[in-house]
């Protein structure tokens, strides 16, 4: 299994360009999340999927769109990218099981926006 | 809604010594509790878990401790070797929703 995917692993955009990042994962986890990693910080959820065809505001939501259109992708796209979204872009996956609530990341996308 | 501390942000330890972090949580019925490790340039992993029915639970060298009444649980490493150096997040979740409240993270260093 390859776990979770993500692609591209690195990306350099400028200001009012746009973007979508790709998540993929082969543990048919129902649960699906886009966080973002700023220097010295914490992680920040960004959207959640609780579901095919669901999607969630998490607790930084401006300026990015999500879309689960496929269990076992989870893309998040940046419309018009300012710098203030450079940042390492995490996705991670989880059973929808009681009691395990287990995250499984990705390997990362180190975003910049010049 | 839940709110996690994490302290200290940075904790330095001889090797060999011993490691505590803590947390605190707002939300009185958060039930589960993780700890993630985070390796320089790599993606977190968990590492140690706990549900609000236990109050303890080690796995070799490494323990986590819940305390219900004062919302607040710790991750404790003994022995603490080279490759421990790392940042740690600690957690909190809900049975009613998945998504699990961070805290900002505690960079272990350990000193040769």
């Known amino acids: 299994n390859a776990g979770v995917t993500q692609t591209p692993k690195f990306r350099v955009l400028k200001t009012g360009q746009s973007m979508t990042l790709l998540c993929a994962q082969d543990?048919?986890?129902?649960?699906m999340y886009w966080y973002r990693q700023d220097p010295g910080m914490g992680l920040r959820l960004i959207h959640y999927?609780?579901?095919?065809?669901?999607?969630a505001k998490g607790e930084v939501p401006d300026g990015y769109n999500v879309s689960r259109l496929k269990k076992q992708n989870f893309l998040l796209g940046l419309e018009s990218a300012a710098p203030s979204q450079t940042s390492v872009y995490f996705c991670?996956?989880?059973?929808?099981?009681?009691?395990?609530?287990?995250?499984?990341f990705g390997p990362g996308t180190r975003l910049t926006v010049t | 809604g839940e709110n996690v501390e994490q302290h200290p942000s940075t904790l330095s330890v001889q090797e060999g010594d011993s490691a505590v972090i803590k947390c605190t949580y707002s939300?009185?019925?958060?039930?589960?509790f993780p700890w993630y490790k985070q390796e320089l340039g790599k993606r977190p992993q968990l590492i140690i878990d706990i549900r609000s029915n236990v109050g303890e639970k080690k796995d070799q060298r490494i323990a986590v401790t819940l305390n219900k009444t004062a919302k607040h649980f710790s991750l404790h490493i003994t022995e603490t070797q080279p490759e421990d150096s790392a940042v740690y997040f600690c957690a909190a979740a809900l049975d009613s929703n998945y998504q699990l409240i961070w805290g900002a993270g505690t960079k272990l260093i350990i000193k040769p």
């Open positions: 991670a996956s989880s059973y929808s099981v009681a009691g395990s609530y287990e995250q499984y």
């Open positions: 939300d009185s019925a958060s039930n589960y």
């Open positions: 999927s609780v579901g095919e065809g669901t999607t």
């Open positions: 543990m048919n986890h129902e649960y």
